[in-house]
């Protein structure tokens, strides 16, 4: 160390717009997950468990299009849902928390980005990475099978492909916010991480054992709603779901997390 | 209105005016009424803990808002401008504040992004600056292992990344050796030699008095005192003090010449050398022909200065 003698040079570039900026902190995200070794070997064997084996039977089986049913059926089942909540919790875990702990909240707030442009940066960093997971191999899995159907109808095929990339997106958006909200709920990676895996799964207990006086707890696990969810976006009968209940559902599993992490990240801002 | 026209005529030679700000957490006013002119140049701004320092940084970076009063940096209003604010101003806070898991390469460039540089842009400055700040090979280290000296200077080549033209440093020499305190005091004063207005958060009196030429002290969240360097030092308004040696004959004579010319405070006489403090608002030739007239010998002439450690401690009684 110490210093050369060399001057403070000025810097003449021009600014990138401020509600762009966002950007680089999801894209930050992105080069993080990847980099990480344990968030590697999780989304690696992720991949081969749930998405390769359906990949290769669904495309050998004779089949004569892309079916709604099918795509449900497959995103719904339960190890895909429990690597989802998995990756959620080892993606969002230290997104906010170790911001907190580390005190780089500061610095990023010190910067001409606005509190809420730093949590859509990190919601949006969480969502690519995870949809990597939860939307690109579904839909090439859908490609896979639409590429090799005996029959003609293509277009019903594409239409099913569609509504998988609409399952995909919406996984992820349903899950990163009680990541984010974990996260931004205590300095600690650790708890962070455990406790969004804690509150989805325990949450998926209660509604188990409250699901047999009726079948409307059920509503109260994420697993359940987000398979309700599949059937009506991929157009299928939910017709015994109760949709009165399913709707504020999905808004308490969304709204309120972030709106937790948001008065989190303004309360740190003023250094409380 | 009144106080908005007041703001703009002061903001002439001004960064940051104030005026009247109140800011209230609960039922405790962090600043009260803090009306303050920030002016160009590197300026000290004291107070013990809890004073208002770092919530005074925060209103002007918009993260704190601001219950009555105005308030302007550079002409713009924090409350409506705080992104533009931003942009023009760097802030190296006080505490850990660095991504542990980031070399300090990557951070400083991560924030040179985030503060609207290109990433073309960002990595070259950011070596740059890190060249400036003194920091070497240790840049490709996570920051998780650098020392406190290391550190502060990550985070001022954080701060000064996208070359702002107003930079608030808290506390910059806050744990540091005291080498790694003058090299950072040294990096200070060169900033501000490249025409930045630095505003100077710390409790080390010393380092202030070595590198700011501008001194504002703030106390439960009111300006005590402010004003330049030099003037809060040179508190002995012409007061100066003169050693001088010889036989006692000739230091009586000397003695008398002067009380015949200036007007004489104190004078204290040990072992054939007396000091003498008196009134000189003027050069010291002709002080110098008096005495190889009265044939003593000049040991040392020199103004009383206060230090600022006495400037604050006396704000701070007077206040009390």
Not at chain 1, 30 to 59: C, D, M, N, Q, T
Not at chain 1, 154 to 176: D, I
Not at chain 2, 250 to 269: N, P
Request: aromatic share 8%; proline share 4%.
């Amino acid at each position: 160390m110490g210093i050369d003698p060399i001057g403070y040079k000025p810097w003449n570039g021009r600014r990138t717009e401020h509600n762009r900026r966002f950007l680089v902190i999801a894209e930050n995200i992105v080069w993080e997950r990847f980099r990480s070794k344990p968030f590697l070997v999780l989304f690696i064997l992720g991949a081969i468990l749930v998405h390769v084996f359906p990949l290769i039977f669904y495309s050998i089986m004779p089949h004569s299009e892309l079916e709604a049913d099918l795509m449900s059926g497959y995103m719904g089942d339960g190890l895909f849902l429990i690597f989802n909540i998995t990756l959620v919790s080892l993606i969002c875990a230290d997104l906010i928390s170790e911001d907190f702990r580390s005190n780089s909240i500061v610095l990023y707030l010190s910067k001409a980005l606005q509190p809420g442009r730093y949590l859509l940066g990190k919601w949006l960093g969480a969502m690519v990475v995870l949809c990597l997971f939860t939307l690109v191999p579904p839909m090439l899995v859908a490609t896979a099978i639409t590429a090799t159907q005996d029959g003609s109808d293509y277009l019903g095929s594409l239409a099913v492909l569609g509504r998988t990339f609409l399952a995909g997106a919406w996984t992820a958006l349903l899950l990163v916010p009680v990541g984010l909200m974990m996260s931004a709920l205590t300095s600690k990676r650790t708890y962070a991480g455990v406790g969004a895996f804690m509150f989805l799964f325990i949450l998926t207990i209660i509604a188990g054992v409250l699901g047999t006086f009726s079948s409307d707890w059920q509503l109260l696990s994420p697993i359940a709603v987000l398979e309700h969810t599949y059937d009506f976006l991929f157009g299928l009968d939910v017709s015994n779901v109760n949709s009165v209940l399913l709707v504020p559902m999905v808004i308490m599993l969304t709204v309120p997390p972030m709106w937790i992490v948001y008065q989190r990240i303004l309360r740190k801002g003023v250094g409380k | 209105m009144g106080a908005c026209n007041r703001m703009e005529r002061d903001s002439s030679d001004s960064t940051i005016v104030s005026d009247g700000l109140l800011v209230r957490f609960g039922s405790i006013n962090a600043l009260d009424h803090f009306t303050v002119n920030v002016p160009k140049g590197i300026v000290g701004l004291l107070g013990p803990n809890g004073a208002g320092k770092s919530t005074f940084i925060k209103t002007v970076l918009g993260l704190v808002q601001s219950d009555s009063g105005g308030i302007s940096i550079n002409g713009l209003d924090p409350r409506e401008d705080a992104l533009a604010i931003r942009d023009m101003v760097g802030y190296m806070p006080e505490h850990d504040c660095l991504i542990e898991s980031m070399s300090g390469v990557d951070m400083v460039a991560h924030f040179g992004r985030i503060s609207g540089m290109s990433k073309e842009d960002a990595i070259p400055r950011s070596h740059e600056v890190l060249d400036f700040v003194g920091l070497g090979e240790e840049r490709y280290r996570p920051t998780g292992t650098y020392s406190t000296g290391m550190k502060q200077r990550v985070k001022l080549a954080q701060a000064i990344v996208h070359d702002p033209g107003i930079l608030f440093l808290d506390e910059p020499t806050n744990g540091m050796d005291p080498l790694g305190r003058e090299e950072m005091l040294e990096l200070i004063g060169r900033i501000g030699a490249s025409d930045k207005s630095i505003l100077v958060s710390s409790h080390i009196l010393q380092d202030m008095e070595k590198v700011c030429q501008h001194v504002i002290i703030i106390n439960s969240g009111r300006v005590v005192v402010q004003g330049p360097m030099r003037q809060m030092l040179d508190q002995g308004k012409g007061r100066v003090h003169i050693k001088v040696r010889g036989g006692s004959k000739a230091l009586f004579s000397f003695l008398e010449a002067l009380r015949g010319r200036y007007s004489v405070e104190s004078v204290s006489d040990e072992f054939g050398q007396m000091t003498i403090s008196f009134i000189n608002e003027g050069d010291s030739g002709p002080l110098l022909e008096m005495a190889a007239h009265a044939g003593v010998q000049v040991r040392a002439y020199y103004p009383d200065r206060i230090s600022l450690e006495d400037v604050f401690i006396r704000s701070m009684k007077e206040v009390a």
